[in-house]
């Protein structure tokens, strides 16, 4: 009987980390929630792909796209559990793990351009950010894109005054928050799982999202106005569970890091292309109509969510937004 107890103690104990090391070949469970065919989802393949090849086998890659696995907030705490390996969550639901500095990326109009945002990730601010993760127990491996934000309701969206009394889902950010906030809209929270049903029932009247998001969840069939208002940035941070990770045989973890580093490669190297092909997509549809923003428009939407930097101080802390000042040479006030 005793012995039993030890071992189930003993079991227990190394189960967290240690028990997908313990199996031969050794599984790693990639869970997301978004469709496979999105930068994401095609990353997540390729690493597998490459994963699966460099190890000769002795490493499978169990990739669960579409929170098949689990939802937004299940993810990370079943990544600190060990009950999956691998997440790539946007950066914008990392305050439930204690660190808020992520969402200082979801600053509106933050990165001029997809060159900006590449710059910043692999620069110090990337860098700085991973760092953050090491005391939860988390090792950051890799950032990955997927573009530039757009925004949709039933009604056009073209003046800060039109998003006046709207619900708008957002995935997690205080300051994503706080930016519609400010336009007098009413955020809410909701996992991405179920936006769908929340659009198509009226529980929400609009969200923001990539192209590639929109088409592949089928957003435009229940939104009737989208603007292409590129107004913020969707990043992904690819995470495993330091224990896990720091614990698999040293040729492996080289072979892993190796095939990251070429997924990485891949999925950013397809980001821009994938939301201009699920946008000509959209558009081919014809299911919602599409605006863009006039410059006045844009300055007016820029101005109104202005204060949202100021905002931002009590929230992120000012080391990260110093951080993101110098390198994107940018003002924050
Ligand atoms: C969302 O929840 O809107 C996005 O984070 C989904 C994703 O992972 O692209």
């Given at each position: 009987m005793?012995k039993w107890i030890?071992?189930?103690?003993?079991?227990?104990v190394?189960?967290?980390?240690?028990?997908?090391?313990?199996?031969?070949?050794?599984i790693?469970?990639?869970?997301h929630?978004?469709?496979?065919?999105?930068?994401?989802?095609?990353?997540?393949?390729?690493?597998?792909?490459?994963?699966?090849?460099y190890?000769?086998?002795?490493?499978?890659?169990?990739?669960?796209?579409?929170?098949?696995?689990?939802?937004?907030?299940?993810?990370?705490e079943?990544?600190?559990?060990?009950?999956?390996?691998?997440?790539?969550?946007?950066?914008?639901k990392?305050?439930?793990l204690g660190?808020?500095e992520f969402?200082?990326?979801?600053?509106?109009?933050?990165?001029?351009?997809?060159?900006t945002?590449t710059?910043?990730?692999k620069?110090?601010?990337?860098?700085?950010?991973?760092?953050?993760?090491?005391?939860?127990?988390?090792?950051?491996l890799?950032?990955?894109?997927?573009g530039?934000?757009?925004?949709?309701?039933?009604?056009p969206?073209?003046?800060?005054?039109?998003?006046?009394?709207?619900?708008?889902?957002?995935s997690?950010s205080?300051?994503a928050?706080?930016?519609?906030?400010?336009?007098?809209?009413?955020?809410?929270?909701m996992?991405?799982?179920e936006?769908?049903?929340a659009?198509?029932?009226?529980?929400?009247?609009g969200?923001?999202?990539?192209?590639?998001?929109?088409l592949t969840?089928?957003?435009?069939?229940?939104?009737?106005?989208?603007?292409?208002?590129?107004?913020?940035?969707?990043?992904y941070a690819v995470?495993?569970?330091?224990?896990?990770?720091n614990?698999?045989p040293?040729?492996?973890?080289?072979?892993?890091d190796?095939?990251?580093?070429?997924a990485?490669?891949?999925?950013?190297s397809?980001?821009?292309?994938?939301?201009?092909d699920?946008?000509?997509?959209?558009?081919?549809?014809?299911?919602t109509?599409?605006?863009e923003?006039s410059?006045?428009q844009?300055?007016?939407?820029?101005?109104?969510?202005?204060?949202?930097?100021?905002?931002?101080?009590?929230?992120?802390?000012?080391?990260?937004?110093?951080?993101?000042?110098?390198?994107?040479?940018?003002?924050?006030?």
């Amino acid at each position: 009987m005793r012995k039993w107890i030890i071992a189930a103690v003993v079991a227990a104990v190394f189960a967290v980390p240690g028990a997908a090391l313990a199996q031969s070949p050794i599984i790693i469970k990639f869970s997301h929630v978004v469709a496979n065919d999105t930068p994401k989802g095609k990353g997540a393949l390729k690493f597998k792909e490459l994963a699966e090849k460099y190890t000769n086998g002795k490493v499978k890659v169990e990739v669960y796209p579409n929170s098949q696995l689990f939802k937004d907030k299940e993810e990370i705490e079943a990544l600190q559990l060990g009950s999956v390996q691998i997440l790539a969550p946007s950066t914008a639901k990392f305050a439930p793990l204690g660190v808020k500095e992520f969402e200082a990326l979801d600053l509106p109009w933050l990165f001029k351009d997809e060159a900006t945002y590449t710059k910043a990730m692999k620069g110090t601010v990337g860098q700085w950010l991973f760092k953050k993760l090491e005391a939860k127990g988390i090792s950051g491996l890799a950032y990955w894109d997927n573009g530039f934000h757009m925004v949709s309701a039933n009604r056009p969206l073209l003046n800060p005054t039109d998003f006046q009394g709207l619900k708008i889902r957002i995935s997690g950010s205080k300051i994503a928050d706080q930016y519609f906030r400010v336009l007098g809209s009413i955020p809410q929270i909701m996992a991405f799982s179920e936006v769908y049903q929340a659009l198509q029932t009226g529980v929400v009247d609009g969200c923001e999202n990539t192209a590639s998001n929109y088409l592949t969840q089928k957003f435009d069939e229940v939104q009737k106005h989208i603007t292409m208002s590129y107004h913020a940035h969707l990043q992904y941070a690819v995470i495993v569970n330091t224990k896990f990770w720091n614990g698999l045989p040293a040729d492996i973890r080289t072979q892993l890091d190796k095939a990251m580093a070429e997924a990485t490669d891949y999925s950013n190297s397809i980001a821009v292309k994938e939301n201009e092909d699920a946008l000509a997509a959209m558009k081919k549809n014809g299911k919602t109509t599409f605006h863009e923003l006039s410059p006045a428009q844009r300055l007016a939407w820029q101005k109104a969510m202005q204060p949202t930097y100021t905002w931002a101080k009590g929230r992120v802390g000012q080391e990260v937004l110093d951080l993101l000042s110098k390198e994107l040479d940018v003002k924050m006030n």
